[in-house]
């Protein structure tokens, strides 16, 4: 009996030792501002991840999070993946197409990677942070974000599992007979030292026009214009593999998947990466008709890479005017505000601060659906070293990065190779994710930053209250009830071009419980000016509740002591009042 009860001790206390074990471990570490303490769902910021796992992860804050968070495939890419989209909301509060939306996506060139991660980041921090920050718990109250993390999950997982370059493929997959010989992808790129990367060859020649750098043998110098080098640069990895002298000249692609969507669309010899028509590609024409099915979308993010741009439309000059000054005061306070958020980071216009795009995607949701749209271009040197050298930096800051902060992770040294084509080659150079890409340790930071940015623009999406509900007694049984609607936000329930083009429909304001003899909007209340609504007069029609601004409306009614008064706004979400 001794026995067992010395072992029921000894169980006991070990049982003891591991929750003390536990709990001493639990306060080794402590939550740092501004981020989730315990995550139901852990990922790791410093790396990036397949279309797989992206969608391994969607899937996860789903399941960990199911009143807030929602998957759904909207469609399939060329090659017949899904398109994955979450829906982030506090469902408790209502559907989510009855409140304002923001509309994010990344990754629509393959090669612009990390719009994925920064993307999911958004999502992920939204639901974790839900239960401890009044913040966020009140604005997915208020409003929706639609989440699609990646457009073009082919193109992402090439990138990733099959020899390219910082800049390939920026396509999807789509095979196309790039060269013109009636061939369609017969010359691909080709990894001759098998690591993965395609990086640069040269060769030693009587006539080169290069030096190794004596102090850094990574670095080809220009000799000058009077002295013969030793090398010469042959381009990228690769060979001839179709025999007509150019090496690499017919792989995936070519073409631009944003310069696909249907506004100011030009064909190919106009715009270089343009296909048939609009949304010839089903990618893009799944996240069109998933936004016209949700006229709830207010605001919308694309993530691109690279440069530290916040970009907002028209891509071309033929287009400046429609983007009215109304709404350009809107994207500059947004953006302008960005600006101080994203260190290193410019807000510019596409088409007098970049080039010239036709068919590109932020200009169809806003010329289209009249939504406020940026593209935030991803990663600035600036990050490197807090120096403002450039968008993307010099090779020799990139070189300084290698040396200093990766030690030596970024850069394949030259090696020798035997060519079949140009002898004894030498192949090295930067790796396809360093330059456009974010190393690692950069990648969290600006991923808070811009998600910080995009928070901000989708909180700024309207959010309409009903206040200050007068009643005047008229005599005879008659009284007038007038109601104000203030939008509590910098946006307003319909953009100049949505007014312009009739796109969405009106705000309706609705009296019951009472009997309506009148409905008016208010125009001038001081003078007395009114515009009457002769038909259905309980449901008034707005044009439009300015970002912070209000709209007056006003019934005669003939009866009704107790009442309510709802506001239905398609982007402005939904508010009512009772007396």
Do not use: C
């Amino acid at each position: 009996m001794k026995t067992k009860n010395l072992i029921v001790a000894l169980a006991l206390g070990a049982l003891s030792l591991g929750s003390f074990e536990a709990t001493a471990q639990q306060e080794n570490y402590f939550r740092a501002i501004g981020t989730p303490h315990k995550p139901k769902v852990e990922i790791a910021w410093n790396r990036y991840y397949s279309a797989e796992g992206l969608w391994d992860w969607m899937k996860k804050i789903a399941a960990a999070h199911p009143d807030l968070a929602k998957v759904e495939a909207i469609g399939k890419s060329v090659e017949g993946r899904d398109i994955l989209t979450l829906t982030i909301t506090d469902f408790s509060t209502g559907k989510d197409t009855d409140k304002p939306a923001m509309w994010i996506d990344g990754n629509i060139h393959s090669n612009e990677v990390q719009g994925a991660e920064f993307s999911l980041y958004v999502a992920w921090y939204l639901t974790e942070m839900h239960a401890d920050n009044e913040f966020v718990k009140q604005l997915l109250k208020d409003k929706t974000f639609y989440i699609t993390p990646t457009i073009n999950p082919d193109a992402r997982n090439n990138f990733f599992k099959e020899p390219n370059n910082a800049n390939t493929p920026r396509s999807g997959m789509m095979v196309l007979d790039n060269d013109g010989d009636g061939m369609a992808g017969e010359d691909r790129m080709d990894d001759l030292d098998g690591d993965g990367h395609i990086t640069m060859m040269i060769r030693k020649s009587p006539t080169g026009r290069y030096i190794k750098d004596p102090l850094d043998p990574r670095r080809l110098m220009a000799v000058g214009p009077s002295q013969v080098g030793e090398y010469e640069i042959l381009g990228q990895e690769g060979t001839d593999n179709d025999g007509d002298g150019q090496v690499n000249d017919d792989g995936v692609g070519y073409y631009d998947p944003n310069r696909d969507w249907g506004w100011n669309w030009q064909p190919d010899y106009i715009q270089r990466g343009a296909l048939k028509y609009p949304f010839t590609l089903p990618e893009n024409r799944s996240v069109m008709e998933f936004v016209m099915k949700h006229p709830n979308i207010a605001g919308a993010q694309s993530f691109h890479n690279s440069g530290g741009m916040i970009l907002r439309g028209p891509g071309a000059e033929e287009d400046v005017n429609t983007y009215n000054q109304d709404d350009i005061r809107i994207y500059d306070a947004i953006g302008k505000k960005g600006e101080e958020m994203i260190p290193g980071y410019r807000y510019l216009t596409v088409y007098k601060d970049l080039y010239s795009v036709f068919g590109g995607e932020l200009d169809w949701f806003y010329g289209n659906r009249g939504v406020f749209t940026y593209s935030n271009e991803l990663m600035v040197s600036y990050l490197y070293f807090h120096q403002q050298s450039g968008g993307r930096g010099s090779q020799d800051e990139q070189f300084k990065v290698d040396e200093l902060l990766t030690f030596g992770d970024a850069y394949v040294n030259y090696k020798e190779f035997t060519h079949p084509q140009f002898g004894t080659v030498e192949i090295g150079g930067f790796k396809k994710t360093f330059g456009r890409a974010h190393p690692g340790f950069l990648l969290e930071q600006d991923a808070h930053r811009n998600a910080a940015f995009t928070i901000y623009h989708a909180y700024h999406t309207p959010k309409l209250s009903i206040l200050d509900v007068k009643e005047e007694d008229l005599g005879g049984g008659l009284k007038a009830i007038t109601a104000t609607v203030f939008n509590e936000r910098l946006m307003p329930t319909h953009a100049s071009q949505d007014l312009k083009y009739k796109i969405e429909r009106p705000d309706y304001v609705t009296i019951s419980g009472a009997k309506v003899v009148a409905g008016f909007v208010v125009e001038d209340e001081d003078m007395k000016k009114f515009k009457e609504q002769k038909f259905s007069p309980e449901k008034i029609a707005v044009e439009n509740v300015p970002g912070m601004g209000a709209v007056k409306v006003k019934w005669i009614v003939s009866s009704g002591s107790s009442y309510s008064i709802t506001v239905d706004s398609a982007k402005g979400g939904k508010a009512s009042w009772k007396k």
